[in-house]
């Protein structure tokens, strides 16, 4: 069994950066498809991006395309959230996930990290 912790949250200006990281530890971390997740007060949890096993292919929501990167470092057991040109409505608690099965729920989870964008 997997478990996450998430990192690099904070407080940043609107058009600024974050890099967040999702370090995992008591599992084999390659064998875990990984994604981001975000959630504000009163609204579901809404997806941001995924990585497959080996980093080589990602998915992300239309919403952040070409602000957020997604990136996976196996060596380490950590995967990153690069984000660009933040955005107010960027604001969220960013968790991520992991699952074994593609098509299957996520099944770990992070405790999450707070993201702030400031206008």
């Known amino acids: 069994q997997v478990q996450l912790v998430e990192s690099g949250g904070g407080l940043v200006q609107a058009g600024g950066s974050l890099r967040l990281s999702c370090a995992a530890s008591?599992?084999?971390?390659?064998?875990?498809?990984i994604g981001w997740f975000r959630q504000t007060p009163g609204k579901e949890r809404e997806f941001v991006s995924s990585?497959?096993?080996?980093?080589?292919?990602?998915d992300s929501a239309d919403s952040v395309k070409g602000r957020f990167t997604i990136s996976r470092d196996n060596a380490k057991n950590t995967v990153y959230l690069q984000m660009n040109n933040l955005k107010p409505e960027d604001t969220a608690v960013y968790y991520c996930?992991?699952?074994?099965?593609?098509?299957?729920?996520?099944?770990?989870w992070g405790q999450g990290t707070q993201v702030t964008v400031s206008s």
């Open positions: 990585i497959n096993l080996v980093g080589s292919g990602t």
């Open positions: 996930a992991a699952r074994k099965n593609l098509g299957r729920p996520y099944e770990y």
């Open positions: 008591g599992g084999t971390f390659s064998r875990y498809y």
